[in-house]
């Protein structure tokens, strides 16, 4: 993505957030509460876009291994991570977590 590009980009966030204002403070609200269902929305969410992920936390976690983040975001550039969550926040739903994610 060019700066142009990035930039019309950033400025349809903005539109979002200023239509959308609800659902952001709806998602920033369950992001800032205190149970896991932000976390878990955003783990399903990426799981949706790259289903190898699963696969890859749950063996770090049975390992212990947590902190090493590494292989992760190898796998999300090798997956092009960024790309699809532009396409998903492009054709996302007012249910989608991806927008809210994303501003």
């Known amino acids: 993505m060019g700066q ?3 930039d019309a980009f950033k400025a349809r966030m903005k539109q979002w ?3 959308n204002s609800d659902v952001y403070d709806a998602f920033e ?4 509460a ?10 399903t969410q990426a799981i949706a876009l790259v289903p190898k992920y699963e696969k890859v936390v749950s ?4 390992a212990g291994s947590i902190d ?11 997956e092009n991570l960024g790309a699809k969550l532009v396409g998903a926040f492009e054709t ?3 249910e989608s977590i991806v ?4 501003c």
């Open 4 to 6: 142009p590009e990035y």
């Open 17 to 19: 957030m200023s239509e």
């Open 29 to 32: 609200e369950q992001m800032n």
């Open 59 to 62: 063996k770090k976690m049975n």
């Open 68 to 78: 090493d983040t590494l292989d992760i975001e190898a796998l999300f550039a090798d």
């Open 99 to 102: 927008p809210a994610a994303i």
């Open 92 to 94: 996302a739903r007012k």
């Open 34 to 43: 205190q149970s896991d269902a932000g976390y878990q929305r955003i783990m």
